[in-house]
C-alpha cells in the first residue's frame, strides 16, 4: 500500500536528487529517508531509483510515480481540510504565493479581511513571479497563486487545467523622469519613447516590454534590468532611463523624481487567482480566493 509520506519522501528525492538533501527539506535524517524509500518500493514491488556512487536517477516505475504524486497529496489535502471544517474544526492553512505588485496591493487588504471573517483560518506568503507561482501551484507547493497574463499574449491555454479567478485588469503606464520632454503630457504612444534609454523589469514584463516596442517599429535600448519595482522608479527618478508598470506596481511605492503617463493605445495585463480544482473546494482556500476577488474590485 502507498503511503502519502513515502510519496512526499520520493518527491523530495527526485528534486533535490539526494537522500541527503532531500532529509534536510523534509527535516528528517538521511537514514530515514532511506527507510522510506525502500519501503515504498517494497510496497510498489519495483525499484524506484537507481543509484551509481554519487548520483540518483529515477526509474521509469519512479518518474510515473512522481507524475502522479502531486495530484495524489493535493488531493489528500482538500480531503483533509474538507473534512476539518465539515467535523467544525473552524481552521485551516492557505499557502499563498503572490507577485511583489501583488503582496503589496492586494494581499494585505485580502488577509485582512479574512483574518477578521476567520481567525483561525493561517495563510503563508512567499513571492515569486508567473510562470514560477504557476509551477509552485502544480508542484503542490501552494494552495492560491496570485499571477498576470497581458492580454493578446500567446498561451492563453497555459491555465486551462487549473481554476481560474479573475481579479482586476490592470492598466500599464510610462514612467519618466521630472525633468523628461514627455512628464506632463496628458498621454504618450510608446513610440514617443523610443530614442531614451529604458529600465526594465521582470523577465515576462521584460519579454511584454520588446514586444510592444517592436509592434511600435523599434527595438527599447535596456540599460538597466530589475525585478525590484522601487528599484525601478529609484532609477527612473535618477534620470537614468524610462520605464513602463503596471499601475498596481505604481501603487506599491512612492515614485519619487519620477511622474506617470497614460499610454495611448493601452497596454493591459489581467490579474487572477489560480488554484487546482481539489483544492478550489477546500473551505480555507475558497474563502482566502473570495477576499482576493473583493479586493481586485476596491
Given at each position: 500500500m502507498i503511503e502519502a509520506r513515502h510519496l512526499r519522501v520520493l518527491r523530495a528525492v527526485a528534486t533535490t536528487g539526494s537522500f541527503s538533501a532531500a532529509g534536510r527539506e523534509l527535516g528528517c535524517t538521511q537514514p530515514a529517508v532511506s527507510q522510506q524509500m525502500k519501503a515504498l518500493e517494497a510496497a510498489v514491488?519495483?525499484?524506484l531509483l537507481v543509484r551509481t556512487g554519487r548520483e540518483m536517477r529515477l526509474t521509469q516505475a519512479g518518474d510515473a510515480l512522481v507524475r502522479h504524486a502531486t495530484g495524489i497529496l493535493a488531493g489528500l489535502t482538500a480531503a483533509e481540510e474538507e473534512i476539518a471544517a465539515i467535523a467544525g474544526l473552524r481552521a485551516g492553512r492557505v499557502r499563498l504565493v503572490s507577485f511583489p505588485s501583488g503582496s503589496s496591493t492586494l494581499v494585505p487588504t485580502a488577509l485582512a479581511a479574512l483574518r477578521a471573517a476567520h481567525p483561525g483560518t493561517r495563510v503563508s506568503l512567499e513571492e515569486a513571479e508567473p510562470p514560477r507561482s504557476v509551477e509552485l501551484l502544480r508542484q503542490g507547493d501552494c494552495d492560491v497563486a496570485l499571477a498576470f497574463r497581458y492580454e493578446g499574449a500567446a498561451g492563453a491555454a497555459e491555465w486551462e487545467d487549473l481554476v481560474?479567478?479573475?481579479?482586476?485588469?490592470?492598466?500599464?503606464?510610462a514612467l519618466v523622469p521630472e525633468r523628461h520632454r514627455l512628464a506632463r503630457a496628458g498621454s504618450v504612444a510608446i513610440g514617443d519613447l523610443a530614442g531614451d534609454p529604458w529600465i526594465a523589469g521582470c523577465p515576462r514584463c521584460r519579454g511584454q516590454l520588446v514586444q510592444v516596442c517592436?509592434?511600435?517599429?523599434?527595438?527599447?535600448r535596456i540599460d538597466f534590468a530589475t525585478?525590484?519595482?522601487?528599484?525601478?522608479?529609484?532609477?527612473?527618478?535618477?534620470?537614468?532611463?524610462?520605464?513602463?508598470?503596471?499601475?498596481?506596481?505604481v501603487e506599491s511605492v512612492r515614485p519619487r523624481g519620477a511622474r506617470t503617463v497614460e499610454l495611448?493605445?493601452?497596454v493591459r495585463r489581467e490579474i487572477v487567482?489560480?488554484?487546482?480544482?481539489?483544492?478550489?473546494?477546500?473551505?480555507?482556500?475558497?474563502a482566502t480566493i473570495e477576499e482576493l476577488v473583493r479586493a481586485g474590485a476596491r
Open positions: 514491488g519495483t525499484p481560474v479567478r479573475p481579479l482586476l485588469t490592470d492598466r500599464l503606464v517592436e509592434g511600435a517599429g523599434f527595438t527599447p525585478d525590484d519595482y522601487p528599484a525601478v522608479v529609484g532609477l527612473v527618478g535618477a534620470g537614468l532611463g524610462v520605464a513602463v508598470l503596471p499601475q498596481l506596481a495611448e493605445p493601452a487567482a489560480l488554484t487546482l480544482p481539489d483544492l478550489a473546494q477546500v473551505p480555507a482556500v475558497a
